[in-house]
Protein backbone atom coordinates (compact mmCIF):
# COMPACT_ATOMS: atom_id res chain seq x y z
CA UNK A 1 0.00 0.00 0.00
CA UNK A 2 1.08 3.46 -0.26
CA UNK A 3 2.73 5.59 2.44
CA UNK A 4 -0.37 7.11 3.13
CA UNK A 5 -2.87 4.32 4.04
CA UNK A 6 -5.63 3.53 6.26
CA UNK A 7 -7.89 1.05 7.45
CA UNK A 8 -11.61 1.94 8.31
CA UNK A 9 -13.79 -0.50 10.26
CA UNK A 10 -17.69 0.38 11.03
CA UNK A 11 -19.10 -0.82 13.82
CA UNK A 12 -22.53 -2.73 13.78
CA UNK A 13 -24.46 -0.02 15.77
CA UNK A 14 -23.52 2.41 12.67
CA UNK A 15 -23.95 0.25 10.26
CA UNK A 16 -28.04 -0.18 11.17
CA UNK A 17 -30.61 1.58 12.03
CA UNK A 18 -32.93 0.81 14.75
CA UNK A 19 -34.71 -1.26 13.26
CA UNK A 20 -31.75 -3.68 12.26
CA UNK A 21 -32.03 -2.55 8.40
CA UNK A 22 -29.21 -1.18 7.25
CA UNK A 23 -28.25 1.97 7.64
CA UNK A 24 -27.43 3.84 4.01
CA UNK A 25 -26.70 6.84 5.04
CA UNK A 26 -24.02 6.08 6.99
CA UNK A 27 -22.46 4.13 4.33
CA UNK A 28 -23.00 6.91 1.98
CA UNK A 29 -21.02 8.90 4.54
CA UNK A 30 -18.43 6.69 4.57
CA UNK A 31 -18.15 6.11 0.70
CA UNK A 32 -17.98 9.96 0.01
CA UNK A 33 -15.12 10.42 2.94
CA UNK A 34 -13.35 7.02 0.76
CA UNK A 35 -13.50 8.84 -2.56
CA UNK A 36 -12.39 12.34 -1.07
CA UNK A 37 -9.42 10.56 0.77
CA UNK A 38 -8.46 8.67 -3.08
CA UNK A 39 -8.33 11.79 -4.47
CA UNK A 40 -5.44 13.23 -1.87
CA UNK A 41 -3.51 10.10 -1.80
CA UNK A 42 -4.72 7.46 0.10
CA UNK A 43 -5.48 4.03 -0.15
CA UNK A 44 -8.45 2.84 1.44
CA UNK A 45 -9.36 -0.60 2.79
CA UNK A 46 -13.54 -0.61 4.40
CA UNK A 47 -13.73 -3.45 7.17
CA UNK A 48 -17.65 -4.09 7.68
CA UNK A 49 -19.76 -5.74 10.59
CA UNK A 50 -23.67 -5.77 10.30
CA UNK A 51 -24.29 -8.84 8.69
CA UNK A 52 -25.67 -10.64 11.56
CA UNK A 53 -27.99 -7.45 12.62
CA UNK A 54 -28.84 -6.64 9.24
CA UNK A 55 -29.61 -10.80 7.30
CA UNK A 56 -31.95 -11.07 11.11
CA UNK A 57 -34.11 -7.91 10.15
CA UNK A 58 -34.97 -9.30 7.07
CA UNK A 59 -35.49 -12.73 8.07
CA UNK A 60 -36.51 -12.33 11.90
CA UNK A 61 -40.31 -10.95 11.37
CA UNK A 62 -39.77 -9.11 14.57
CA UNK A 63 -38.96 -12.31 16.52
CA UNK A 64 -36.14 -11.79 19.26
CA UNK A 65 -32.69 -11.74 18.13
CA UNK A 66 -31.18 -15.96 18.41
CA UNK A 67 -28.12 -16.37 20.68
CA UNK A 68 -27.11 -19.65 19.22
CA UNK A 69 -24.46 -20.21 16.97
CA UNK A 70 -25.89 -22.17 14.23
CA UNK A 71 -28.55 -19.46 14.04
CA UNK A 72 -26.57 -16.61 13.77
CA UNK A 73 -24.87 -18.05 11.59
CA UNK A 74 -27.23 -19.27 8.96
CA UNK A 75 -28.41 -15.31 9.58
CA UNK A 76 -25.41 -13.55 8.69
CA UNK A 77 -25.23 -15.56 5.38
CA UNK A 78 -28.70 -13.71 4.53
CA UNK A 79 -27.19 -10.40 5.79
CA UNK A 80 -24.19 -10.41 3.91
CA UNK A 81 -25.20 -10.67 0.26
CA UNK A 82 -27.67 -7.38 2.26
CA UNK A 83 -24.26 -5.45 3.35
CA UNK A 84 -22.65 -5.72 0.59
CA UNK A 85 -25.41 -4.61 -1.76
CA UNK A 86 -25.67 -1.78 0.40
CA UNK A 87 -21.86 -0.90 0.18
CA UNK A 88 -22.09 -1.31 -4.04
CA UNK A 89 -24.76 1.12 -4.02
CA UNK A 90 -23.41 3.57 -1.93
CA UNK A 91 -19.95 3.49 -3.84
CA UNK A 92 -21.53 3.48 -7.07
CA UNK A 93 -23.14 6.53 -7.13
CA UNK A 94 -18.63 7.74 -7.32
CA UNK A 95 -18.11 5.04 -9.74
CA UNK A 96 -16.31 3.04 -7.69
CA UNK A 97 -16.47 -0.80 -7.70
CA UNK A 98 -16.31 -2.88 -4.39
CA UNK A 99 -14.59 -6.22 -4.23
CA UNK A 100 -15.75 -8.71 -0.93
CA UNK A 101 -13.13 -9.99 1.22
CA UNK A 102 -14.02 -12.31 3.66
CA UNK A 103 -11.33 -13.51 6.28
CA UNK A 104 -11.37 -15.98 9.10
CA UNK A 105 -8.69 -16.31 11.56
CA UNK A 106 -7.05 -19.07 9.51
CA UNK A 107 -6.24 -16.60 6.67
CA UNK A 108 -4.04 -14.88 9.76
CA UNK A 109 -2.28 -17.79 11.48
CA UNK A 110 -0.94 -19.66 8.56
CA UNK A 111 1.76 -17.88 6.96
CA UNK A 112 1.32 -18.35 3.46
CA UNK A 113 -2.50 -17.74 3.41
CA UNK A 114 -1.49 -14.89 5.17
CA UNK A 115 0.22 -13.61 2.40
CA UNK A 116 -1.94 -14.81 -0.24
CA UNK A 117 -4.94 -12.59 1.60
CA UNK A 118 -1.76 -9.80 1.56
CA UNK A 119 -1.67 -10.20 -2.03
CA UNK A 120 -5.24 -10.54 -2.64
CA UNK A 121 -6.12 -6.76 -1.01
CA UNK A 122 -2.87 -5.18 -2.67
CA UNK A 123 -4.52 -6.65 -6.12
CA UNK A 124 -7.85 -4.62 -5.51
CA UNK A 125 -6.04 -1.75 -5.13
CA UNK A 126 -4.01 -2.28 -7.95
CA UNK A 127 -7.31 -2.55 -9.97
CA UNK A 128 -8.95 0.65 -8.28
CA UNK A 129 -11.70 -1.37 -6.37
CA UNK A 130 -12.73 -0.44 -2.28
CA UNK A 131 -12.19 -3.75 -0.80
CA UNK A 132 -14.79 -4.19 1.92
CA UNK A 133 -13.62 -6.64 4.52
CA UNK A 134 -15.36 -8.69 6.55
CA UNK A 135 -15.53 -12.31 9.38
CA UNK A 136 -16.23 -15.29 7.08
CA UNK A 137 -19.23 -15.66 10.06
CA UNK A 138 -21.45 -18.16 7.44
CA UNK A 139 -19.22 -20.51 8.16
CA UNK A 140 -16.48 -20.23 10.89
CA UNK A 141 -15.96 -22.21 14.04
CA UNK A 142 -17.33 -20.68 17.18
CA UNK A 143 -13.91 -21.86 18.51
CA UNK A 144 -11.61 -19.74 16.09
CA UNK A 145 -13.81 -16.94 15.47
CA UNK A 146 -11.65 -13.20 15.79
CA UNK A 147 -14.47 -12.39 18.14
CA UNK A 148 -15.02 -9.30 17.27
CA UNK A 149 -14.08 -7.13 14.32
CA UNK A 150 -12.22 -4.43 15.92
CA UNK A 151 -9.53 -7.17 16.22
CA UNK A 152 -9.94 -8.30 12.58
CA UNK A 153 -9.53 -4.37 11.32
CA UNK A 154 -6.19 -4.13 13.70
CA UNK A 155 -4.80 -7.31 11.89
CA UNK A 156 -6.17 -6.28 8.46
CA UNK A 157 -4.54 -3.23 9.24
CA UNK A 158 -0.80 -5.04 9.93
CA UNK A 159 -1.47 -7.36 7.21
CA UNK A 160 -1.12 -4.44 4.57
CA UNK A 161 1.02 -2.27 6.14
CA UNK A 162 -1.78 0.60 7.05
CA UNK A 163 -0.31 3.78 8.56
CA UNK A 164 -3.54 4.74 10.06
CA UNK A 165 -6.73 2.62 11.52
CA UNK A 166 -9.82 4.15 11.95
CA UNK A 167 -12.54 2.56 14.62
CA UNK A 168 -15.72 4.38 13.69
CA UNK A 169 -18.65 3.53 16.28
CA UNK A 170 -21.65 5.10 18.09
CA UNK A 171 -19.53 7.41 21.00
CA UNK A 172 -17.07 10.71 20.71
CA UNK A 173 -14.70 8.31 21.24
CA UNK A 174 -13.03 7.14 24.31
CA UNK A 175 -14.06 8.69 27.63
CA UNK A 176 -13.08 9.07 30.97
CA UNK A 177 -15.91 6.96 32.24
CA UNK A 178 -19.35 5.43 31.01
CA UNK A 179 -21.45 8.60 30.31
CA UNK A 180 -24.44 6.46 31.45
CA UNK A 181 -23.05 5.99 34.68
CA UNK A 182 -20.94 9.62 35.14
CA UNK A 183 -22.22 12.80 33.47
CA UNK A 184 -19.25 14.52 33.83
CA UNK A 185 -17.45 11.88 31.58
CA UNK A 186 -15.20 13.48 28.91
CA UNK A 187 -13.55 12.85 25.98
CA UNK A 188 -9.71 11.67 25.92
CA UNK A 189 -8.41 13.44 23.02
CA UNK A 190 -4.68 11.75 23.02
CA UNK A 191 -3.70 8.46 24.32
CA UNK A 192 0.21 8.23 24.26
CA UNK A 193 0.39 4.65 26.03
CA UNK A 194 -2.42 1.83 26.79
CA UNK A 195 -2.06 0.78 30.63
CA UNK A 196 -3.96 -1.00 32.90
CA UNK A 197 -6.00 2.01 34.03
CA UNK A 198 -6.74 3.06 30.60
CA UNK A 199 -8.00 -0.76 29.85
CA UNK A 200 -9.77 -0.37 33.00
CA UNK A 201 -11.59 2.67 31.26
CA UNK A 202 -12.77 1.06 28.83
CA UNK A 203 -16.49 -0.15 29.33
CA UNK A 204 -17.85 -3.55 27.34
CA UNK A 205 -21.00 -2.77 24.91
CA UNK A 206 -24.36 -2.82 25.88
CA UNK A 207 -25.87 -2.15 22.71
CA UNK A 208 -27.21 -6.00 22.35
CA UNK A 209 -26.21 -5.80 18.74
CA UNK A 210 -22.46 -5.47 18.35
CA UNK A 211 -19.82 -7.84 19.46
CA UNK A 212 -17.03 -5.57 20.45
CA UNK A 213 -17.65 -2.45 22.48
CA UNK A 214 -14.74 0.03 23.49
CA UNK A 215 -12.81 -2.41 25.50
CA UNK A 216 -12.21 -4.13 22.08
CA UNK A 217 -11.47 -0.73 20.69
CA UNK A 218 -8.96 0.11 22.73
CA UNK A 219 -7.65 -3.71 22.45
CA UNK A 220 -7.70 -3.52 18.89
CA UNK A 221 -5.71 0.13 19.41
CA UNK A 222 -3.00 -1.52 21.72
CA UNK A 223 -2.71 -3.95 18.37
CA UNK A 224 -2.13 -1.41 16.00
CA UNK A 225 -0.06 0.90 17.48
CA UNK A 226 2.35 -1.52 18.45
CA UNK A 227 2.13 -2.44 14.67
CA UNK A 228 3.07 1.38 14.24
CA UNK A 229 0.07 2.15 13.32
CA UNK A 230 -1.87 5.27 14.17
CA UNK A 231 -5.46 4.67 15.72
CA UNK A 232 -8.89 6.41 15.94
CA UNK A 233 -12.15 5.75 17.85
CA UNK A 234 -14.53 8.43 15.74
CA UNK A 235 -18.13 8.58 15.81
CA UNK A 236 -19.47 7.60 12.86
CA UNK A 237 -22.65 9.34 12.55
CA UNK A 238 -20.33 12.72 12.41
CA UNK A 239 -20.09 15.27 9.27
CA UNK A 240 -16.88 13.63 7.63
CA UNK A 241 -15.97 11.72 9.92
CA UNK A 242 -13.45 9.97 8.09
CA UNK A 243 -11.94 12.78 6.53
CA UNK A 244 -11.68 14.30 9.90
CA UNK A 245 -10.65 11.25 12.20
CA UNK A 246 -7.52 11.54 9.85
CA UNK A 247 -7.50 15.27 9.96
CA UNK A 248 -4.49 15.38 12.66
CA UNK A 249 -5.65 17.80 14.55
CA UNK A 250 -6.54 15.48 17.74
CA UNK A 251 -9.52 17.36 17.70
CA UNK A 252 -11.78 14.96 16.61
CA UNK A 253 -11.81 11.44 18.61
CA UNK A 254 -9.67 9.66 20.27
CA UNK A 255 -5.55 9.38 18.92
CA UNK A 256 -4.02 6.50 19.97
CA UNK A 257 -0.30 7.47 18.91
CA UNK A 258 1.93 4.71 17.48
CA UNK A 259 5.40 3.18 19.06
CA UNK A 260 8.67 5.22 17.92
CA UNK A 261 9.54 1.55 16.57
CA UNK A 262 7.67 -0.16 14.36
CA UNK A 263 7.59 -4.17 14.80
CA UNK A 264 9.25 -5.76 11.07
CA UNK A 265 5.97 -7.22 9.49
CA UNK A 266 7.02 -10.74 10.07
CA UNK A 267 7.21 -10.08 14.01
CA UNK A 268 4.07 -8.40 13.98
CA UNK A 269 2.74 -11.57 12.70
CA UNK A 270 3.74 -13.42 15.30
CA UNK A 271 2.49 -11.24 18.06
CA UNK A 272 -0.96 -10.34 17.19
CA UNK A 273 -1.76 -12.63 14.40
CA UNK A 274 -0.63 -16.20 14.99
CA UNK A 275 -3.28 -17.86 18.14
CA UNK A 276 -0.63 -19.18 20.92
CA UNK A 277 -0.44 -22.98 21.18
CA UNK A 278 0.95 -23.22 25.03
CA UNK A 279 3.43 -20.86 27.41
CA UNK A 280 6.77 -20.66 29.00
CA UNK A 281 7.41 -19.47 31.84
CA UNK A 282 11.45 -18.34 32.40
CA UNK A 283 13.21 -17.62 34.85
CA UNK A 284 15.16 -14.24 35.95
CA UNK A 285 18.24 -15.02 34.11
CA UNK A 286 16.31 -15.91 31.05
CA UNK A 287 14.14 -12.79 31.03
CA UNK A 288 16.85 -10.67 31.45
CA UNK A 289 18.96 -12.03 28.57
CA UNK A 290 15.43 -11.81 26.23
CA UNK A 291 14.39 -8.04 27.65
CA UNK A 292 18.33 -6.66 28.11
CA UNK A 293 20.51 -8.40 25.30
CA UNK A 294 18.19 -9.96 22.72
CA UNK A 295 19.75 -13.50 23.52
CA UNK A 296 17.41 -16.22 21.97
CA UNK A 297 15.06 -18.14 24.79
CA UNK A 298 17.51 -21.11 25.57
CA UNK A 299 16.27 -24.64 27.05
CA UNK A 300 17.92 -23.92 30.65
CA UNK A 301 15.87 -20.84 31.13
CA UNK A 302 12.70 -22.15 30.86
CA UNK A 303 11.25 -22.73 34.39
CA UNK A 304 7.89 -24.33 33.36
CA UNK A 305 5.87 -25.27 30.44
CA UNK A 306 2.32 -25.88 29.68
CA UNK A 307 0.29 -26.44 25.80
CA UNK A 308 0.06 -29.00 23.43
CA UNK A 309 2.76 -27.41 21.07
CA UNK A 310 4.86 -28.82 18.05
CA UNK A 311 7.76 -27.26 16.14
CA UNK A 312 7.26 -23.81 14.85
CA UNK A 313 3.63 -22.77 16.47
CA UNK A 314 3.44 -19.40 18.42
CA UNK A 315 3.84 -19.47 22.61
CA UNK A 316 3.73 -16.97 24.93
CA UNK A 317 6.67 -16.42 27.15
CA UNK A 318 5.78 -15.33 30.72
CA UNK A 319 8.09 -13.75 33.49
CA UNK A 320 9.43 -14.92 36.47
CA UNK A 321 5.91 -13.69 38.00
CA UNK A 322 3.68 -14.90 35.73
CA UNK A 323 3.00 -11.68 33.68
CA UNK A 324 3.17 -11.55 29.92
CA UNK A 325 6.81 -10.62 28.47
CA UNK A 326 7.00 -12.06 24.90
CA UNK A 327 5.39 -14.21 22.33
CA UNK A 328 7.15 -16.54 20.09
CA UNK A 329 7.50 -19.72 17.54
CA UNK A 330 9.05 -22.50 19.40
CA UNK A 331 11.63 -24.76 17.58
CA UNK A 332 10.51 -28.22 19.66
CA UNK A 333 7.65 -29.73 20.68
CA UNK A 334 5.98 -30.28 24.54
CA UNK A 335 6.48 -33.98 23.81
CA UNK A 336 10.26 -33.69 23.10
CA UNK A 337 11.13 -30.29 24.98
CA UNK A 338 13.99 -31.33 26.71
CA UNK A 339 15.64 -33.16 23.66
CA UNK A 340 17.26 -31.55 20.49
CA UNK A 341 19.18 -28.15 20.54
CA UNK A 342 19.10 -25.86 23.48
CA UNK A 343 17.56 -23.01 21.52
CA UNK A 344 13.95 -23.38 22.34
CA UNK A 345 12.84 -19.66 20.37
CA UNK A 346 15.46 -17.89 18.42
CA UNK A 347 15.78 -14.65 18.66
CA UNK A 348 14.90 -13.97 14.88
CA UNK A 349 11.24 -15.23 16.08
CA UNK A 350 10.11 -13.92 19.61
CA UNK A 351 8.52 -10.73 19.97
CA UNK A 352 8.79 -8.95 23.29
CA UNK A 353 5.46 -7.42 24.46
CA UNK A 354 6.62 -5.40 27.15
CA UNK A 355 9.39 -2.37 28.04
CA UNK A 356 11.98 -3.88 30.21
Same mark, same amino acid.
Given at each position: ?12 T??T ?7 HD?L????? #?????R ?10 S ?17 TDS?T???V?A ?13 F???R??V??V ?15 A ?6 L ?23 D ?9 NL ?15 LT ?6 P???L ?12 N???A?R ?7 M??K???A ?6 G ?15 R ?8 G?T???R????A???A ?10 V?R????AL ?22 ? #?????E ?5 ? #? ?9 S?E??L?G ?7 D???L????
Amino acid at each position: MTSRSVVVKIGTTSVTDDRGGVAHDVLASVAA #DVVELRTRGWSVVVVTSGAITAGWADVGAGRARPTDSTTLQAVSAVGQPLLMDAWRRAFAVHRLSVGQVLLAPLDFSHRGQYLHARSTLAALAALGVVAVVNENDAVADEEIRFGDNDRLAALVANLVTASHLVLLTDTPGLLTADPRLDPSATLIDVVTSIDTDLENVAGASRSGVGSGGMASKVAAARMATWSGVTTVIAPARATNPLVRALGGSHDFGTTFEPRGERLAARKAWIAFAVASAGVLRVNQGALEALEHHGRSLLRVGVDSYSGDFV #DGDAVEIQGPRG #DLVAKGLVRVSAESFLEGDDVIVHRDDLVLLRRP
